[in-house]
């Protein structure tokens, strides 16, 4: 679905919410403000209807998020001073942040792909139109032949990420490793799902520390005792795959019993979920175990993310949630799809965003842990499609001890 690269440039869709016609010269007139030049509608009344959803547009250009283009159009109204050295700056000075990781701006240029990518629908819009249209009731089986193609992508999305991952050290940018991700995309003819992705501005999510997820790669420096979660989704073939791990920055993180209790208890609770897929198990199943072994080592789950269908399809239904009193339906059929990608953390399981509204963090600022795997159902269990390979970046180590001789 969706090969909008093989309509050529000249014949722009309509940005109309739920329209499939071709856009007239209509242009949204704060879209021009903005410098925006994507912002063509069929019709003045097909405007006014998408009026309520297409201005979310204009506050993400306003955002700061977007590329230096618009940045100089629309200056941010409270910039701190850049570094007269390095040019750096926080973009958001007077935000009450509540751990210690910093946006460290400006952020690089969006990246680029060759034309003879396939794309998904939002690559130019920046709204996955298609998706908002699906049947949340609907879960799609996959025949043999697009299960075929869900091992293929899913094979290359563990190659890109353990490339990415080869690449985590103290004292490299989030910034670089996006870059890593990005050509290792394109080198397999892949689109790097989460780019322009309801406008998110690069090709994967890096989320370090506090933050719990939708962490947007910057120029911020990965120090010695980090904790940071790769999440890497491609498009390829027609298929999407998604799958995160949460990686080790140094051996101070190994040696801190906080931070490897909270990411080998959720890398566990991932396996522990994984193991009960087959024919018959119940979607809501997967929460109960997740949550009792994080609660058994004193951490606890976030339930405003949950994992998710994918196919053709980013984000299709069922919605899979990771805590235990869930009443969502569903039941696991052979030729279903879909992630299971527990976050947990060492204090309270809420969440705030920060002014860029991707950057999702914990509000106490405590560390949280992510994993995920994309899987399909088989007659008899699962196939883990993005299983790591034996050599992998990361992977388990034992949880150190703490002073007094007790596991932390
Ligand atoms: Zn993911
Ligand atoms: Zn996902």
Avoid at 23 to 32: D, I, S, V
Avoid at 304 to 323: K, S, V
Wanted: aromatic content about 6%; overall charge negative; hydrophobic content about 30%.
């Amino acid at each position: 679905m969706g090969d909008i690269a093989s309509e050529g440039p000249s014949k722009k869709k309509c940005l109309g919410v739920d329209c499939d016609n071709d856009a007239e010269a209509l242009q949204c007139p704060t879209c021009l403000k903005l410098g925006m030049k994507d912002g063509f509608f069929c019709s003045q009344d097909c405007f006014k209807k998408s009026w309520t959803e297409h201005k979310t547009v204009h506050k993400t250009a306003q955002g700061k998020t977007q590329d230096g283009i618009l940045r100089k159009i629309i200056p941010p109204k409270v910039v701190s001073e850049p570094d007269p050295v390095t040019g750096l700056y926080n973009p958001f000075p007077t935000y009450s942040f509540t751990g210690s990781v910093r946006p460290v701006y400006p952020l690089s240029p969006m990246r680029t792909l060759p034309k003879s990518i396939r794309r998904p629908d939002w690559s130019e819009t920046g709204i996955p139109k298609a998706e908002r249209r699906l049947n949340r009731m609907k879960i799609d089986i996959l025949d043999a032949e697009g299960q075929e193609a869900m091992r293929k992508v899913c094979r290359l999305a563990r190659e890109v990420l353990d490339i990415t991952a080869a690449e985590v050290r103290p004292g490299i940018t989030t910034d670089h490793l996006d870059e890593v991700c990005h050509k290792a995309c394109v080198e397999r003819d892949a689109y790097p799902s989460p780019l322009n992705y309801n406008h998110f501005p690069k090709s994967l999510c890096t989320s370090p520390n506090e933050v719990v997820c939708h962490g947007i790669p910057d120029q911020r420096i990965l120090l010695d005792g980090d904790i940071v979660n790769l999440d890497i989704s491609i498009y390829h073939g027609g298929y999407h795959a998604d799958l995160n791990e949460t990686y080790y920055v140094g051996d101070r993180a190994r040696a801190d019993p906080d931070s490897v209790r909270v990411v080998e208890t959720t890398r566990e609770c991932l396996d522990m979920a994984i193991e009960l897929v087959k024919p018959g198990t119940l979607l809501r199943d997967f929460g109960k175990v997740i949550e009792k072994h994080a609660n058994s080592r004193n951490c606890a789950v976030h339930t405003t993310w949950g994992g998710h269908g994918i196919n053709t399809e980013f984000h299709p239904p069922p919605w899979i949630p990771h805590y235990g009193k869930s009443k969502v339906p569903g039941v696991c059929k052979p030729g279903m799809t879909f992630t299971i990608e527990p976050i947990l953390t060492l204090g309270k399981p809420r969440e705030v965003y920060w002014p860029d509204e991707w950057t999702n963090v914990t509000v106490d600022g405590k560390r949280t842990a992510q994993f995920e795997h994309t899987l399909l159902v088989t007659e008899t269990g699962v196939e883990v499609l993005t299983a790591r390979l034996d050599n992998s970046p990361g992977g388990p180590i034992p949880i150190p001890t703490t002073d007094n001789g007790n596991s932390a």
